[in-house]
């Protein structure tokens, strides 16, 4: 293959075309991105898309991207996530610049500029109830009404902000707001709220605070002291870049970064909104933030999904100006694309019915070898052979007349391969009293290990098989969409009710070939003819293995 063939297609993304633009110019030196997650959940698939376009922007280019929390709102945050995001964020394979850094770092500075603003007759603390603000504020339509304390005296409103961060005022009393135009048609412009009382400890800066800057008090200043170049955010902020800039243009800040925004990525069949994500969780819907059904990093992360896939999908994704739904079998075909590629071939009877070797002695192990990848040179795998082995139920039948073609398996009176092992013929069954089958009895043909069966045996296909002395139990399992409607939270009902009932089950009585008990956690194998199946990253171990199912060879929601 030529270089061309290989080269990944350069997907459109017109921040980078900026950056690009930029640097060119010398409009900007080198290029400084961030990634500013509010800890007030886990990320989600829609942030991995934001941390690989920013932390992806500023590798492109040689720049750096800053980690920074926006933890502004002590009320919805919390240390765990906290913790999550770090962890989330270095498992996709970025790392960020210098420290971790918090708006909460700048708490001091954005008092300070307050105070400036205020001198500067620029804010004033408004005593309105929040009821009666919202009244004062007027419409998208109708232009707002001033606040009969838009021009108290800026010692006042100095003396009245230091007495709210003294903690002498119920929440909710007053606010800053900052002096714009209560008739912008932009309704961000309408004398924004830059601080509130909140008497609440927050997990960086503890009790020291009892008002907190809003986000955009906050966003833009800590974008300029960090020395930001391109602060990239998604759509729904278009709004409030006139007010990010106003704050830029009336704050003696170090520097002048420009806000881009962006298509948030939305994928089909899932949600990707903290709240919602967060109701899952809490309703015991899900295991928890790392439930392999949750589009979470961390679900994701525990379904077997590598961060190379992940990055690769979104990476693969356009930057636009538009918001889009992105089909989920893209997601999934870039998770098969990925596993089929690195991961090691094992075999593993999910539903087990035991099949008995006639013609080989019980003491007799054989020991079969199979490659551990089609292409990749990652050696032999040694599988025991011997006289009691399972097969899965779904490769049997009694039913002689099923048609060669359709039924490529195993059938009573004929012939079968055994995966990298014997030709097999299936001569009885032994059936327990409710009918069920309990045992095949076979024989396995001599000579036909690697070799073709002598003339006139013709085995039907090849099945996968375990050792039934020599494999050992596990537990699979097995996942499937979360929601069995492509769009669960854009009808008009609750987004519950399109939980797909089918989405998680768990196969106690599975076999796996004895070499997977050395399995590391979180490594993925693909079980031949059933799917991608991850060791659990928590509850795997020899003695209790443990596997989910991360994907099955092909889409089965196709076509539904
Ligand atoms: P949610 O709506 O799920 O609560 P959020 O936007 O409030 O998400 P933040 O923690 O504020 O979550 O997001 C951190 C960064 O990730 C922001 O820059 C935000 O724009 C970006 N981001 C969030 N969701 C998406 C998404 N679906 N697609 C792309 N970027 C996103
Ligand atoms: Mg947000």
Redesign the pocket.
């Known amino acids: 293959m030529s270089s061309k063939e290989t080269a990944p297609a350069r997907v459109s993304n017109f921040i980078r075309d900026i950056i690009e633009a930029d640097l060119q110019s010398n409009a900007c030196a080198a290029v400084v991105t961030r ?4 800890p ?2 886990y990320l ?1 698939v ?2 991995a ?2 941390i690989c376009l920013n932390f992806g922007l500023a590798e492109q280019f040689g720049g750096q991207c800053n980690l920074r929390f ?1 933890d502004t709102n002590p009320s919805k945050e919390e240390q765990e996530y906290v913790d999550a995001i770090k962890a989330d964020v270095e498992w996709l394979g970025f790392d960020w610049a210098g420290e971790v850094k918090y708006a909460s770092d700048y708490f001091d500075q954005f008092y300070a500029w307050a105070q400036h603003l205020i001198r500067e007759g620029k804010a004033y603390v408004c005593d309105l109830s929040a009821e009666e603000a919202s009244e004062y504020r007027g419409w998208a339509t109708t232009p707002g009404k001033n606040s009969p304390y838009r021009e108290r005296a800026p010692e006042e409103s100095l003396d009245l902000l230091e007495r709210m961060k003294n903690g002498e005022f119920a929440e909710g009393a007053r606010v800053l707001r900052a002096k714009i135009d209560m008739s912008s048609p932009n309704m961000n412009l309408r004398d924004p709220i830059l601080y509130r009382i909140r008497k609440q400890s927050h997990h960086q800066t503890g009790d020291k605070w009892c008002i907190y800057p809003s986000y955009d008090f906050a966003h833009g200043q800590e974008d300029a002291i960090e020395g930001v170049t391109h602060s ?3 759509l729904e ?1 278009a709004d409030h870049r006139p007010l990010y800039e106003w704050f830029l243009d009336n704050l003696p800040v170090p520097s002048k970064p420009r806000q881009y925004e962006f298509g ?3 994928l089909n069949f899932t949600v ?4 919602k994500l967060k109701q899952l969780v809490d309703d015991s819907v899900v295991s928890g933030w790392d439930d392999p059904r949750m589009p979470t990093i961390s679900g994701m992360r525990r379904r077997g999904f590598s961060a190379r896939a992940i990055r690769s999908f979104c990476n693969g994704l356009p930057v636009s100006k538009s918001d889009g739904v992105v089909d989920i079998a893209q997601l999934e075909s870039a998770i098969r694309d990925d596993l089929d590629k690195h991961s090691t071939r094992a075999m593993c009877v999910l539903d087990p019915v035991k099949l008995v070797i006639s013609n080989l002695d019980e003491a007799v192990v054989e020991t079969m070898t199979a490659p551990a990848h089609p292409k990749l040179e990652l050696g032999l795998r040694e599988l025991p052979f011997t006289r009691e082995l399972y097969i899965d139920r779904a490769d049997f039948s009694e039913d002689t007349t099923l048609s060669r073609k359709k039924f490529k398996r195993l059938v009573l009176g004929e012939y079968v391969r055994l995966r990298s092992a014997y030709v097999i013929k299936a001569d009885e069954v032994v059936k327990g009293d409710d009918g069920q089958i309990v045992e095949i009895h076979a024989s396995l043909v001599p000579g036909t290990v690697g070799e073709n069966p002598p003339e006139g045996i013709k085995p039907r296909g090849v099945i996968h098989w375990v050792s039934a002395t020599e494999g050992k139990r596990a537990t699979v399992r097995v996942y499937d969409r979360l929601f069995n409607h492509p769009a669960p939270d854009r009808g008009e009902a609750d987004f519950m009710q399109h939980l797909n009932p089918e989405s998680y089950r768990v196969l106690e009585n599975c076999w796996v070939e004895p070499g997977l008990l050395d399995a590391a956690p979180e490594t993925v194998f693909q079980f031949e003819r059933e799917g991608y199946f991850v060791a659990d990253r928590y509850d795997f171990s020899a003695e209790t293995p443990v596997f989910n199912k991360t994907i099955g060879l092909v889409d089965n929601w196709a076509g539904r």
Do not use: A, Q, V
């Open positions: 990634f500013p997650p509010e007030n959940g989600h829609g942030h898309k934001s926006d990239i955010c998604t902020f948030r990525l939305n990707t909104s903290k709240r």
